[in-house]
């Protein structure tokens, strides 16, 4: 019975492509948290996507035209969205989202119905694992809880390490599995993994606990509204430690919600700030028309993500010579050396992006880049 | 665990506990007269926060004038969605009050995200409240010692009102008995607006605490303590404004401890909370203070 109604489905989408290849606008669907939790990391990827839609709006020839659906920073409504994207909105590829979680249950819609999903911002290895369609322009969480293991230990020379962890997220749970991996492996000792869930504001038993142990680096995989609460609430129980995070803390108003808490706080990141000294041409083109088009707001890698995802549709599109789903797929497992803003973007065989890790260091207010580094596994 | 822990700890707890509390007495004391869970006081508490910061922030007005008029405001928020949405079920079951408190909830929530946008805001907090007092290896915030202190200054000042004044009389007449209170010439619905205005700016105040005390601004705020508060209600016996102060402050030792104790269930701190509800709704429905309901404002 599954089967027959599965290929009813693929031939209802069949047609549906045929359907499509008249139309002469190539429609791209974003879903995005613009509300809820996650919503400062969603609305600035989708600024990012805007921006590049209005720098390249047709491709073959075609009008390109963005339908953009909140997913309201909830699984199931991530997975309503991208329902929506295909079955009303006709689109040929998807775009989104940040957060694994919600990736991962939009990604399921995307990958039954054979449309192309192109991830920012999500970086749980579960997101892609075993799909077809779906890809993603960020790299994964292995690479980065180990990249800021690497730093805290080799660089850094810190030897016990915390950590703090959001049980209730697939994100923070991965990264601090593999920060714990490597960080263990090259001789360091993890002294003690707290925990806490999503939403929360308290965390100061949980510090104070911390605190006792006396650890030299806490790593907190958290998002940015939590991390940088955690911060301040660090400094005001007097801890000493470093700070370390991962991308999902790379927003610009960490530095006013943090203040002086948030000095010397270290986090992994796509290669990609506005801090950065030798920007390649793409990356200083996205940034002043950024600055451009938003006066007042600093662009960031999220900006950036959002960018690269619209670009690599864009570029798979011209390369598979006509806006179909099937062949947009092929043609973006195909990508090699793409020069995005966060540098050169190949897609691998589970359909992640290659690309090196950056640092970045909050000093004097202000973020730095300071480099990036090569992570042991 | 060392003894400085402990006490770190243990004023932690009291920090969170009281904040519970302040938020409990707004909570309980609706309830005590109109027998309504007003779950639409999470978010009149976001407001508040959003009110007073907004007046620091844009309209540049000294820190004493931006939380009076943001406590004002709020109340008169809290006296419009009475009239709006709770006076015309006066007379309709209780169920139906509840329901629409649910939906003044999440309406007041999306305004709030269409407004003041779904992204956190920073809190810019008076420099002295930034600097600990430290003694050996605790440190101890201003605002530990002021939460506690306002939410006991506030719970005898409300005691004041509902047990001395002529407004208080109708109160407890109210809850007592609507219809006869009526028949009694008590101006029925002028002592129930007052009542929503005293919760809400009360709603206001935990507001503002809340927000110097984990300084950041969100249009969902208010669910999470919300529901807490709720709970501290319960427990101390919902309707009973000194069991409001004791049910937050124990609730947030409930909660500070279990992480102290056993940091492997961190994560899970509030299934302890709503673990506490359940047992006590098996074991004293009425809550530690909460015997005889009707005597209850």
């Known amino acids: ?316 599109i011209k390369r598979a010579g006509k806006a179909e789903p099937e062949a947009i797929t092929k043609a973006l497992a195909e990508t090699k050396g793409f020069m995005g803003v966060t540098g050169s973007t190949t897609i691998n065989e589970t359909h992640d992006a290659v690309k090196p890790i950056g640092l970045i260091e909050i000093k004097d207010g202000k973020k730095v880049y300071v480099g990036e580094v090569a992570p042991e596994l | 665990m060392n003894v400085e822990t402990f006490i770190q700890h243990a004023l932690n707890s009291l920090t969170l506990g009281s904040l519970y509390a302040l938020i409990a007495i707004g909570y309980t004391m609706v309830y005590g007269i109109l027998r309504l869970i007003n779950f639409a006081h999470s978010e009149i508490f976001m407001l508040g926060a959003y009110f007073v910061f907004w007046g620091v922030t844009l309209l540049a007005l000294p820190w004493p004038l931006a939380i009076a008029l943001s406590i004002a405001f709020t109340a008169g928020v809290g006296i419009m969605v009475d009239k709006v949405a709770y006076r015309p079920l006066r007379d309709a079951p209780r169920i139906s009050a509840l329901i629409s408190s649910i939906g003044v909830s999440f309406f007041l929530q999306n305004v709030a995200i269409v407004f003041f946008q779904a992204i956190p805001r920073a809190v810019y907090r008076p420099e002295w409240m930034e600097q600990p007092f430290i003694l050996g290896n605790v440190r101890i915030l201003p605002i530990t010692l002021f939460v506690p202190v306002l939410s006991v200054v506030l719970m005898l000042g409300l005691l004041y009102i509902v047990y001395r004044t002529k407004t208080g009389l109708g109160m407890r007449a109210i809850s007592k008995d609507i219809e006869t209170s009526y028949l009694m010439g008590v101006p029925v619905n002028r002592v129930i607006a007052i009542t929503f205005g005293i919760g809400s700016a009360l709603a206001a105040a935990s507001g503002i605490m809340w927000a110097l005390r984990y300084p950041q601004l969100q249009p969902i705020m208010g669910t999470i303590p919300g529901f807490k508060a709720f709970i501290a209600a319960v427990f101390g016996g919902i309707g009973s404004i000194h069991g409001a102060v004791v049910g937050g402050v124990i609730l947030g030792f409930i909660e500070i401890m279990t992480v102290a104790f056993f940091p492997d269930l961190a994560g899970y701190r509030d299934a302890f909370a709503f673990v506490l509800l359940i047992v006590v709704l098996m074991i004293k429905p009425t809550g530690l203070f909460g015997a005889r309901v009707e005597d209850k404002v």
């Not at chain 1, 142990?213 to 400094?235: N, R």
Request: some cysteine.
């Open chain 1, 1 to 316: 019975m599954k089967r027959i109604i599965a290929l009813c489905m693929a031939m209802v989408f069949a047609f549906a492509g045929l359907a499509w290849s008249a139309d002469d606008t190539v429609r791209i669907g974003v879903f995005l948290p613009l509300t809820g939790q996650n919503a400062f990391g969603g609305q600035l990827e989708l600024e990012g996507v805007q921006l590049a839609n209005k720098e390249v709006n047709t491709v073959l020839g075609k009008k390109v035209e963005i339908v953009t659906v909140d997913n309201k920073s909830d699984k199931v409504e991530a997975a309503n969205a991208v329902k929506r994207l295909i079955e009303k909105d006709k689109v040929q590829a998807i775009i989104g989202t940040y957060g694994s979680s919600l990736a991962m249950a939009g990604g399921e819609v995307s990958e039954k119905a054979g449309i192309p999903q192109v991830g920012t911002s999500c970086t749980n290895p579960l997101v892609t694992a075993g799909k077809k369609y779906i890809f993603r322009v960020c790299f994964i969480d292995p690479l980065q809880g180990a990249g800021a293991a690497t730093y805290a230990y080799k660089t850094l020379g810190l030897k016990k390490a915390a950590m703090l962890v959001d049980v209730a997220n697939d994100y923070s749970v991965g990264l601090s599995n593999f920060f714990k991996k490597s960080f263990t492996k090259m001789g360091g000792q993890v002294v003690s993994t707290l925990n806490y869930q999503s939403g929360d504001q308290d965390f100061t038993a949980q510090l104070s606990k911390i605190i006792s142990e006396k650890p030299d680096v806490l790593f907190i995989p958290s998002y940015f509204a939590e991390g940088a609460i955690i911060m301040k609430q660090a400094k005001e129980l007097g801890a000493t430690f470093k700070i370390m995070g991962g991308d999902a803390m790379d927003n610009p108003e960490i530095t006013k919600i943090g203040g002086k808490a948030v000095e010397g706080f270290v986090q992994t990141t796509f290669p990609y700030d506005p801090s950065m000294k030798d920007m390649n041409a793409t990356a200083k083109k996205f940034t002043e028309e950024w600055k451009r088009t938003f006066l007042s707001k600093e662009p960031n890698v999220n900006a950036a993500l959002g960018y690269d995802a619209y670009m690599i549709i864009i570029d798979a």
